[in-house]
Nanobody, 129 residues
Framework: QVQLVESGGGSVQSGGSLRLSCEVS?????????MGWFRQAPGREREGVAA???????NYAESVKGRFTISLDNAEKRLYLQMNSLRSEDTAMYYC??????????????????????WGQGTQVTVSS
């Protein structure tokens, strides 16, 4: 069974930075796969933050463009999210997710969470103003 384990969350002040990591074990995917970061704030629906595929395509939510960077270490099967210039509205539980396929059909958009087959348990990010 696939396991995704997030780490790196914490509490920071507005303007600060955090780097989230997602480790994948028991990797079942084809050579072509896509991974993404999602977040969910209290009382709000889960939303996509960023996605990346094995061919190097990346997509971002408008709210994080220019501040967050997603990256993938394919050899280590580890996903990262570098978050800079954090704002209070970035406070949420952050989840990583994985699915087969690439981002080629999404034309810059983020895949829906319904398209992801495997999820981690989440890591909390709290940004204080």
């Amino acid at each position: 069974q696939v396991q995704l384990v997030e780490s790196g969350g914490g509490s920071v002040q507005s303007g600060g930075s955090l780097r989230l990591s997602c480790e994948v074990s028991r990797w079942p995917y084809s050579p072509y796969y896509c991974m993404g970061w999602f977040r969910q704030a209290p009382g709000r629906e889960r939303e996509g933050v960023a996605a990346i595929d094995t061919e190097g395509r990346t997509n971002y939510a408008e709210s994080v463009k220019g501040r967050f960077t997603i990256s993938l270490d394919n050899a280590e099967k580890r996903l990262y999210l570098q978050m800079n210039s954090l704002r209070s509205e970035d406070t949420a539980m952050y989840y990583c997710a994985a699915r087969t396929g690439t981002l080629s059909l999404f034309r810059g958009a983020l895949p829906s969470q319904k398209l992801y087959s495997d999820w981690g348990q989440g890591t909390q990010v709290t940004v204080s103003s």
